[in-house]
């Protein structure tokens, strides 16, 4: 049972242009999301998160929105550049003391000069 | 302030042999987790660790599967016997998770396991 919905594998963009990755979720206790980034070989890293409280995260080229009633969040990375290439994933916590973290499958971005 | 530490960071057994990750997380982190990352997927977790006790193996295969943490620092991961589905990217991850309010988890790179 996927909770969480990348439903893009692939991103093609454009160097300077605008990066939009989205993700859905399904379940409503979810009150943390956070998104990954993934360079082949290495481990996921952090990029961004944001609260259920809030509608907009924003940390230099990268923006995280959140629309709680839609159950939807995407990610805008402006501008794009070549080095943005890697695997983005979407993921939420459980919400509850676990802190058990629920991913997507990821999207490949691809940003070509 | 160094990384999360895995190893081996390839493996290729055959079906029905053993294998067995090792982790070691961030100095400081109570929190430990071990993800499985099928090719294509994105990582699902295996277990987790609060210190040494176990606080969720609910997706754990019990049957092939075990897991355990010394002293709360470092982990290993052991899977006995291998099934072809086994093969996937095994990644552990930390967190400090109790002294913050998000739950930003570090990864390690990841052992790659291939079973034959």
């Known amino acids: 049972d996927q909770q969480v919905k990348q439903n893009s594998p692939s991103l093609s963009v454009q160097e300077g242009r605008i990066s939009i990755l989205n993700c859905d979720y399904t379940n409503s206790m979810f009150d943390y999301f956070l998104w990954y980034k993934k360079y082949p070989a290495e481990g996921p890293t952090f990029l961004i998160s944001?609260?259920?409280?809030?509608d907009k995260n924003e940390d230099g080229r990268f923006t995280v929105f959140l629309n709680k009633s839609a159950k939807h969040l995407s990610l805008h990375i402006v501008p794009s550049q070549p080095g943005d290439s890697a695997v983005y994933f979407c993921?939420?916590?459980?919400?509850?003391?676990?802190?058990?973290?629920?991913f997507g499958r990821g999207t490949q971005l691809t940003v070509w000069p | 302030e160094a990384g999360v530490a895995q190893s081996p960071r390839y493996k290729i057994i055959e079906k029905r042999q053993s294998v067995a990750f090792w982790c070691n997380p961030i100095s400081g982190h109570a929190t430990l987790y071990w993800y499985q990352q099928i090719l294509g997927q994105g990582p699902k977790l295996l277990i987790q660790f609060q210190n040494n006790g176990v606080v969720d193996d609910s997706q754990l295969p019990k049957d092939r599967f075990s897991a355990e943490r010394l002293k709360g620092v470092d982990s290993t991961l052991k899977i006995q016997p291998a099934k072809l589905e086994d093969s996937a990217v095994y990644l552990c991850a930390s967190s400090s998770r109790g002294t913050s309010g998000n739950n930003e988890q570090f990864f390690g790179p990841g052992t790659r396991l291939t079973v034959l």
């Open positions: 993921a939420a916590d459980g919400g509850s003391t676990l802190g058990r973290l629920y």
């Open positions: 944001i609260s259920s409280i809030k």
